[in-house]
């Protein structure tokens, strides 16, 4: 008898249905028994409180979100099984099968990717028929939080670089094989160079960045013998890792390779420090033209250290701390029933007071071109400033082509050239005036009174 | 014109060959153009170090990544373009052909999923032509990382739980939609009762668990009849949540409904203080056996606290500190060649020893049937002990059939039971004896001399 296959865990594109919450699938089933599944809902989504360490986030994750609700739908197979678990045996067969046939039909709000963003403010909207609108909650939240946590990370380190190229090395330390993706283009919106994920890079078009690892240099009979032959095999794209056995023997070797490579990467020790070495053995040895990068353990206070230093650096290469926004790796976005039929909605419990109704955000600049406030409106006033949330998709369909990846990361460019300086130190306290207009106001106080 | 639809980054499944480091594929390339790409080698996976606050961890995540591993391959699309790459234009094509023909076709070893390792312990073994030893590398780090932190932490909240149920809700904090599955399996492995996560529920046979959420409460007039209706719908399988108003009110609600519910859940305020005056009214009014069920940023710690204030809490549902692994969401988890040809290899880098040789782990018990002590072997030794390395891949193909859930998950009680009980402590430091036989000792001297 043959081996049982391994149970994979790939999920089917075309069957993203259940991919979400046991209790979105319930609740759904309740607004048909209900038959309160075609009222009109508008959800958003919002950050109650930045993470510890964070003083604006860089938002992210839009495209592939958008693009997973367009297909988002049930398999048969899928909805007979729900059919089947205990809690739902009991329902009408008729309401599964209209979740079966259930396609995302509604309009969807949002601030565009590469947007630097605050707390309290609105970064998407969902109006939709009621069941549709609670379906996207799980989907949703696991989308645009995590690349937007990474985005954000990636803004700091960039800012602490001051020009240095940055590269995304974390693959191998991100949450399961499908994480990378989302990393890999989160940290090139907000800046960096490139990335070291191959499958990444092909798809969004991303520079891909590689040099060796330790297992290369250790395969041969010797570094130098291990050296001349990636230089060989990669002319004029070639970096050498030369920390496999001792650091600075490992640069002479580099330096004595002809022709001359075009960077060395140290990956551990005091990289500041071996840096300062490495450039002096490359300079006498007529490599002046050779780079430094630099990687291992790298977060943006290091990165900032390291600079502050002036080490001669010339790359670095980010890998666990940002791919895991290790400091900060969960993020408290939520997503919230505003109103229902016209009506305000909110939930009171202590300490999370939202506001109801959809709304609309308007960001001002100052005198030189920097944030200095976001107004937050109902979607039906206007306000001074530019509106940050635009329609993308128009009952179940894109309202127009989303920008290409270059777009979102120049926009991310000028998004954080706006970040008011006082929130650009890394220890900067999230101290953002975000008000609100008169309207919502009393729309708050009516329903609290309630 | 149609506007460009939005990019989206499901991998194919049968073209995963890509989704790792580049530097992977320059490597695997170079020794194709050496000629080495058939030497035989031995790469080893372990920790070098537990992360903070863990003292043993839970080994997961092996069956995804054999699923995955032997289907590993690259389309010739992928391969086209990454043969147009910078770096890769100047390959032999030959070389190219080479890849895309390329399956891996070698043996692996690895401890069993839900086995308790410390560090410095191989948890798993490749053996392999150089060329597909080396593509696994950043595929089988991301496919075990993960999973093992999730699974540790697990255990960490069983063990504080002292047997009251626990339920993963982290879905939505997941980094990325796909990262839920790989949280679900892992926590009901460690001994989690279920998930929210409905797919990942209908795919592996995970118990599904579902509440409502506020939105469902907030769509209603009144909380009472949001109650009502949800509770005709689901008799005999109905949580109801209470703290969407005020939680004690909403309490006394639950209470009123006829027949009576299963459970009430409580997802914000003091959770201890709530959970008892909670216990009050729904004893009170005839409802002992109906369930309280609590969550809300609920970790290990957590949980400790709510068993020790003896609060009569039912089921804890565990959530973002689980998913994301948050004290410790990185795991320094490694792959290294150890063997080329016979003969020992190692790295030097200051602080990073490593045993050279494919390995064997023997574990010794206690009388009082504890673990204590792992002895480290080369593989072609034997010791005292139970062996935890077997083979589960020959030749590329599946050995026998993997274990199912259910058994993986029995395994790991059986393992839990074994954990030393100094180890137990919350704030336990990782202190376990980890020896390695004179042979690894003599091996390792004898390259470090060189």
Sequence with gaps: ?????????????????????????????????????????????????????????????????????????????????????PAFRKLDRSILARMQALRFEGDIWAVSEGTVVFAGVTLLRVTAPLVAAQWLETYLLASIGYPTLVASKAARCRSAALGTPLFEFGARRCHGPHAGFLAARAAYIAGFAGTSHAEAARLMGIPPIGTMAHSWVQSF????????????????????????????????VAAAIDPSVDAIRIDSGDLGELAWQARAILDQNNRAQ???????????HRIAELNKS?????????????????????????????????QGKV??????????????????????????????????????????LARVVRAGRLDRSLPT???????CTEQLAGVPEHLLKLDAKPDYPVTYSEALEADARRLMRR
Tied chains: 1, 2.
Aim: proline fraction near 8%; aromatic fraction near 10%; include cysteine.
């Design 347 to 388: 939930k009171l419990s202590p300490g999370k007071k939202t506001y109801p109704m959809a709304k609309q955000v308007f960001r001002k600049r100052g005198p030189d071109g920097r944030f200095c406030g976001d107004h937050v409106t109902r979607a039906d006033e206007t306000a001074d400033g530019e509106p940050l």
């Design 310 to 342: 002036a080490a001669p650096i010339d790359g670095f290469g980010v890998g666990t701390e940002l791919v895991t926004s290790r400091d900060a790796p969960a993020l408290g976005v939520v997503y919230k029933l505003v109103e229902l039929e016209g």
């Design 1 to 85: 008898m043959s081996p049982q296959p391994p149970v994979r865990l790939w999920p089917d594109p075309e069957g993203l249905g259940p991919v979400t919450d046991v209790y979105e699938l319930a609740m759904m089933a309740g607004y048909y028994a209900a038959g309160m599944e075609n009222l009109v809902a508008s959800f958003e989504l919002f950050v109650r409180k930045l993470p510890p360490g964070r003083s604006y986030l860089v938002f992210a994750g839009l495209e592939q979100a958008i693009g997973d609700i367009l297909a988002l739908a049930f398999k048969p197979e899928q909805i007979e099984a729900i059919s089947q678990w």
């Design 290 to 300: 050779v780079k430094i990068i630099a990687s291992g353990d790298l977060d943006e």
């Design 405 to 411: 990846l270059e777009e979102i990361r120049r926009h």
């Design 221 to 252: 009979d010797s570094e130098a013998e291990s050296f001349r032959t990636f230089a060989r095999l990669f002319p004029s794209h070639t970096t050498l890792l030369v920390d496999t056995y001792d650091t600075l023997e490992g640069v002479q």
